[in-house]
Structure formats: C-alpha cells, structure tokens
C-alpha cells in the first residue's frame, strides 16, 4: 500500500515563508529609504555630513539595498497572488506552480546574495570612503567642539545613532531574507516532489477501485 502525503501543510508553509520574505522587504524599503533620505536632505548643509566633501561618501550600497528590497517584494508577490487567489490558483498544475516558485524565487536569492556581499565590500572601504552606515555607527556618539555647541537640532548628529541602527537593519535584514528566500526554494522543491507523490497516489488508488475484482 502506498504511503499517503498530504502536500497542504508543505504549501502553506510555503507561502508563509514567502509572505514572510515580503514583509521583511516592505521593512528594508523603509529604513534604506528613511536613511538615504536624511543624507540627500542634510549631506549638503549639515556639517556633520561634511559638506566640502560629499565624494568622501558611497551610497550605491544603500541603493542597491533599496532595489533589491523593491524587486524581491514585487517578485513573492506574484507569487502570492498566483498560490493563493483561488480563481489563479484552482486549476494550477503542480509543475506550473514549482516553475512559478523557482522564475520568482531564484532571482531573488541571486539578487540579495550579490546586494549583501555588494554593501559588505563597500563598508570595509572606510575610512577611505565612508558608507551611511560606516559614518554614522563612527559618530552617532561623537559630541560636537564647544564653539559648535550653538547649532541648530537637524545640523547635527542628533539622529546618527539611529541612521546607524536602520542601516544596519537593512544589511542584516537583506542577509535573513536571503536566508529565508534559499529555504523557499528548498522547500518549493519539497512541496512539487510532495505534490507528484500525493498525485501519483491517487492515480493508483484510483486504478485499484476501477478493477475488476476476481
């Protein structure tokens, strides 16, 4: 008698994991938005963000987590939409659903390897050129010379500390969504194999209450 596997829980689990990837995405996009957003604003007034020197910083690193964040939210969820709408999802081939997983997944892990190893390098370049990162974490404590102390509240580094904090968020977070992107992949595997079987079972299962009994 052939063992029996239900491949429900394993697609539940699937795109959980997934919605869980695009959260985490909507997340990333704020705080690299949030931080790239300060910089553009206060890099040329704000003395802190030296503005004599703006060459000095390297925000490709911060783009790239931005971008990367943007495409790997759009790519789950299209896949959401075609596993969980009901109408896209009812008559969906099992072999259909697995080549959807692996055209929306499979960029994404490429995508987020190559953005953290990308922001990596960058970071490791200061204090030659500094990221947003780099800058902030080196001077969220720093306290401006007594003939600096009259300065407005939005020129100074008031704020560094939590730059730092959701710069980091969205290196390390990009890091935990490829994490989590692979195990997808992993798992969409598992689910098509579960999905063959369960059908290949009921085929049999099927053919045996069709024959003739002797």
């Not at 995405?25 to 206060?42: D, E, R, Y």
């Not at 404590?141 to 509240?153: A, E, I, V």
């Amino acid at each position: 008698m052939a063992i029996k596997i239900n491949p429900a829980p394993l697609r539940m689990a699937q795109a959980v994991l997934i919605g869980l990837c695009a959260i985490m995405s909507v997340c990333i996009l704020g705080t690299s938005a949030h931080t790239l957003a300060i910089f553009n604003k206060q890099q040329t007034s704000n003395p802190w963000w030296l503005p004599l020197w703006p060459q000095h910083f390297e925000v490709h690193g911060t783009k790239g987590l931005l971008g990367s964040a943007v495409t790997v939210f759009v790519l789950c969820s299209v896949f959401l939409v075609f596993a969980l709408v009901p109408a896209l999802a009812k008559n969906q081939k099992h072999t259909l659903r697995f080549l959807i997983a692996l055209g929306t997944l499979l960029p994404s892990v490429l995508l987020t390897l190559v953005t953290v190893i990308y922001a990596h390098i960058l970071n490791n370049n200061s204090p030659e050129l500094d990221t947003i990162q780099t800058w902030t974490c080196k001077y969220k404590n720093s306290q401006p010379l007594t003939q600096d102390l009259p300065m407005p509240g939005d020129l100074g580094n008031g704020n560094f500390g939590a730059i730092c904090k959701e710069s980091r968020f969205a290196l390390w977070g990009t890091l935990v969504v490829f994490l989590m992107l692979s195990m997808s992949v992993g798992l969409s595997f598992v689910t098509w194999l579960a999905d063959k079987w369960a059908q290949r079972a009921e085929r049999k299962e099927q053919e045996m209450e069709g024959a003739p009994q002797s």
